[in-house]
Each structure stands twice: as C-alpha cells, then as structure tokens.
C-alpha cells in the first residue's frame, strides 16, 4: 500500500532538492532543471511546509541541506533513479517483459552473447538489456534484475545457479616460447601479465603446479580482452579462460606455455537477489540457461 499522499512530495520538487544537494546552490539547479532560481526556491519551499521540517540551511553563498535533508535526499535520488529505470525500461519495450542484466565483459562477449538469439527467437515476448559490472553490487540500488558472477559463492543476498567452471591456461605469442619450455622454471622469469579483479591468480595456478612463487611481475589490466591483446603482441604470459583463447590457439596467434591441464580459479553464476519476487522473464531465462549448460 501506498503511504498518504500528504507524504508524498511531487516530482518536481524532489528534482529541485537534488539537484540544490549535488550542485550547492539554486541558480545552478535552476540550470540544470531549466527554470528560474525562484521556482526552484518554490518548490524547496512548499515541500518543507508540507513536510513540516526543515531541509535547507540558506546562506548568501551557498544552500546546504540539513542533517535531516541529507537523509531524506539520499532516499529521494534512490527512488528518482528507480522511476528513471522503470521508464527507460518500459521504453524498450512497451509490451512488458524485459530483463535487465550485469554481464562480464569477456564472458558476455564470447560465452553469452553468441547463445542470446536462441534465446530471442525462443522468447520474443523478453527483451534482455545488458549492462557490464566487474564486481559484485548492491541490488537494492542498482536497476539490475540478476547478474553473471564469477568465483565463488561470496555474494550476500542473493539466489545462485551454477552455471560452468572457467579453466585457465598459461599461453604467450609463439615468439615468447623459449627452447627450454619443457621446464615450469622458465616461467618464474617471465613477465606475467595480470587481471586487477583475480590478483592471485598466478599464485593460484603455480601452487596448482606444486610450485609457490611470489614478486610477480608484469602488466596489470582490468579486464580479459585488453589483455589478450597484449599477450598476442608478445607483452607477457597471461592466464586466459580456455573458452577465450580456442581461435587464436588453432590460428597460431597464440601457444600454450606450458603443457600442464587447465586449473580452475573459480566459477560462473547467475545470480539474482532473494529480497525480490522472481519476475516471469526471469524465470524464462533462469530455464533456459539451464538447458544450454
């Protein structure tokens, strides 16, 4: 249910209060919200007589909104970006249905978006939008139906489906390969290019070999594609997903540098948040996800 309408200010004014709290004075909210200083000064005003408490401390230089002000606003550009979501998304697609998703970057590149016109040609009535997040979020803030996660199950709040196991492989431009690959030791010598979200890695897949090593050294990306590039241009080693780099194995852009089996530092899942009803396009997709893996 609703609360009263006398608790609910219009529209208009909580877009002035926000916009007062990000940009520090009512001529630039003004601006912003293409009206004069005066409105602007209106609507702050008949909201606090509505509300019946004070939210902006008035200086010549300067509006600050007070403690209770910066309260309340934090709620109010919550739900103002929620009411902007709901509307972009009914936008997209004005018959209903659409799902809104946190993709990876690599993963969704090569993995999802490949699989996603069965998906469309199975489920017209669905529109997916995709959106990239490299980390785990909060869901009660972000517009995020569910989301693709990788590593382990260390994302509160939320439910998970198991999707597939990620095996990485040690690789490097051919011309990177030394005549004495066939010794692990080669490695600890050669710069290794690294993932900002798996800082470990390398530590992971040496004590997977049976070896410890420390002082790493080489490159640092935020995300798998750059680095791939990088590795083909003869930068370093790189622990790539073995989904990633079957073409440029089969190509020759690309060779193992060591020949040891793939290790596995973690997982992909679809996760979505327990706090929310699982809508139907949700459920359409959850199922079909299951069938292509």
């Known amino acids: 249910m609703i609360a009263p309408r006398r608790f609910l200010p219009s529209i208009p004014s909580l877009l002035a209060l926000e916009a007062v709290d990000r940009l520090g004075s009512a001529s630039a909210a003004a601006e912003e919200l293409s009206l004069t200083q005066s ?27 007070t403690p209770a002000g910066q309260e309340y606003v934090q709620v109010a550009r919550a739900a103002l970006n929620q009411l902007a979501q709901a509307s972009l998304k009914l936008k997209a697609n004005p018959t209903g249905g659409s799902l809104n ?21 199975r489920h017209p009535e669905v529109t997916v939008n995709l959106n ?14 569910a989301a693709i996660h990788f590593g382990q199950r260390d994302w509160a709040g939320v439910n998970y ?8 492989l040690p690789v490097c431009a051919p011309g990177l390969l030394p005549d004495n690959a066939d ?13 900002e979200t798996r800082p470990d890695a390398w530590e992971k897949w040496f004590a ?12 640092l990306f935020d ?14 080693i790189a622990l790539l997903p073995s989904y990633l780099i079957e073409e440029d194995l089969k190509a020759g852009r690309l060779v193992l540098a060591w020949q040891g089996p793939g290790v596995s ?8 948040p327990q706090s929310r009803a699982e809508s139907e396009p949700l459920k359409s997709f959850r199922a079909w996800l299951k069938e292509q893996i």
């Open 39 to 65: 409105a602007i000064s209106r609507q702050l005003k008949a909201m606090e007589q509505q509300l019946g408490v004070d939210l902006i401390q008035r200086s010549q230089m300067r509006l600050h909104l």
């Open 101 to 121: 998703l946190s993709i990876l970057p690599a993963f969704g590149m090569h993995w999802l978006a490949p699989r996603l016109q069965d998906f469309a040609r």
């Open 132 to 145: 990239t997040r490299l980390r785990p979020f909060d869901f009660e803030t972000n517009h995020f139906d």
């Open 161 to 168: 489906l198991s999707l597939m196991r990620e095996d990485v």
């Open 183 to 195: 010794d692990i030791g080669w490695l600890t010598q050669a710069p290794l290019l690294q993932l």
């Open 208 to 219: 997977a070999q049976g070896r410890e090593i420390t002082g790493i050294r080489g490159m």
């Open 223 to 236: 995300q798998f594609s750059t680095m791939g590039q990088a590795t083909i241009h003869g930068l370093g």
């Open 265 to 272: 530092l973690g997982q992909f899942f679809l996760v979505w």
